[in-house]
């Protein structure tokens, strides 16, 4: 029989994006990203997951969202997933991310990487009209170009 595992529960404070992922122990869940917008927690969980995969560790991971101005648990898996079989032989190609899916997924980088760029630079409390800008900013330019104007901000920030 297959022990039930706990649970996630709910993140602290008011409704926005949060991944919740089960510790090694298996009984207790951790904050792994959180932002006030969707995107660039479900990239942190891609991340966070093929790092744990990687070393062999199960991963568990809970998404919660806000829904009407309160919590909504959007995502939890039925079961732990393990580590992924061996790779294919070396002479096997890799298969290359949809073109579409790689797109969206350097966008989603480079406006997690605009947000940190902002926070470093203290720039905290962002409206509506802020989150459209880094969208656009996120959109058009490339990632280079992306990490130094986040370098500024930080540096404009006292943080570099």
């Not at 409704?15 to 122990?25: C, G, L, Q």
């Not at 009407?68 to 393990?82: E, I, K, Q, V």
């Not at 969206?104 to 962002?126: C, K, N, P, S």
């Amino acid at each position: 029989m297959q022990k039930q595992r706990p649970r996630c529960p709910r993140p602290p404070g008011e409704p926005r994006w949060v991944a919740m992922f089960r510790s090694p122990d298996g009984e207790t869940w951790t904050v792994g990203a959180q932002s006030p917008y969707r995107e660039p927690v479900l990239y942190a969980v891609g991340d966070m997951t093929r790092t744990l995969r990687a070393r062999g560790d199960e991963v568990a991971v809970a998404l919660w969202g806000p829904e009407n101005g309160a919590w909504r648990l959007f995502d939890t898996p039925s079961a732990p997933t393990r580590a992924p079989a061996p790779a294919p032989e070396p002479s096997a190609p890799p298969a290359a991310p949809e073109p579409e899916r790689l797109a969206e997924r350097m966008t989603d980088r480079r406006h997690q990487v605009l947000l940190a760029g902002l926070d470093r630079a203290g720039l905290y409390d962002l409206g509506p009209e802020d989150g459209e800008a880094v969208r656009v900013l996120a959109d058009r330019l490339d990632e280079p170009t992306v990490r130094r104007v986040a370098h500024w901000l930080a540096a404009a920030g006292g943080r570099p």
